[in-house]
């Protein structure tokens, strides 16, 4: 199975200061039909996940321009540019290049 | 407006069974794979099973093969978690959502694994 290493499990940041939260692949994430299938999911306390990206760097509808995604083949990042009190929350990568589907063990994001 | 409203879940003793659901609304149902994700308390997400939109194909975590069954009617526009032979590690929050990209997810259910 493919493993997603996220680290720090937590990553304390300061209201309005920038964010990076990585995800890094056991192995490519580049299906053979060229695409690289990496989402990321926020989870607050007490909700089921959210997506905010997919495709790697796709924002979903509805989610802040100040999340961004990036990276390819096995590192990926989730940039938060300015850190809003409601950004707390668990942040996951996930792909689904490979079967089965697996999820990183997630990093939270905590505001100082 | 896309909806997913799981049930089912409960208080079920060690090798007991249950039987969840997740009615879909809102999209046309068959057209889509559908998946189980549980979360155990204070954990992280793991992928459970998945089903074709025909319900012609299933695949399953190597945790839950044997004992979990997957199906669908899709003229219900319902999903289905059959769920035997529990264990207390099966306890979690069982989450279905759509596809393998995970737009969307339900609210979840609680299902409880104890004596």
């Known amino acids: 199975d493919v493993v997603l290493t996220q680290s720090p499990l937590s990553l304390p940041v300061t209201l309005g200061q920038p964010a990076s939260v990585p995800c890094r692949s056991s192995?490519?994430?580049?299906?053979?039909?060229?695409?690289?299938?990496l989402n990321w999911f926020q989870q607050r306390p007490g909700q089921s996940p959210r997506r905010l990206i997919y495709?790697?760097?796709n924002r979903d509808s509805g989610v802040p321009d100040r999340f961004s995604g990036s990276g390819s083949g096995t590192v990926f990042t989730l940039n938060i540019s300015r850190v809003e009190a409601e950004d707390a929350a668990v942040y996951y990568c996930?792909?689904?290049?490979?079967?089965?589907?697996?999820f990183g063990g997630g990093t939270k994001v905590e505001i100082k | 407006e896309v909806k997913l409203v799981e049930s089912g879940g409960g208080l079920v003793q060690p090798g007991g069974s249950l039987r969840l659901s997740c009615a879909a609304s809102?999209?046309?149902?068959?057209?889509?794979?559908m998946h189980w994700v549980r979360q155990a308390p204070g954990k992280g997400l793991m992928w459970v099973s998945r089903?074709?939109?025909?319900?012609?194909?299933?695949e399953y975590a190597d945790s839950v093969k044997g004992r979990f069954t997957i199906s669908r009617d899709n003229a219900k526009n319902t999903l289905y978690l059959q769920m035997n032979s529990l264990r207390a590690e099966d306890t979690a929050v069982y989450f279905c959502?759509?596809?393998?990209?995970?737009?969307?997810w339900g609210h979840g259910t609680l299902v409880t694994v104890s004596s």
């Open positions: 809102g999209f046309t149902f068959d057209n889509f794979w």
């Open positions: 495709m790697v760097s």
């Open positions: 192995q490519s994430l580049v299906h053979s039909d060229g695409n690289t299938y």
């Open positions: 959502t759509r596809s393998s990209t995970m737009g969307y």
């Open positions: 089903i074709k939109g025909d319900g012609g194909m299933t």
């Open positions: 996930m792909q689904g290049t490979h079967r089965p589907l697996t």
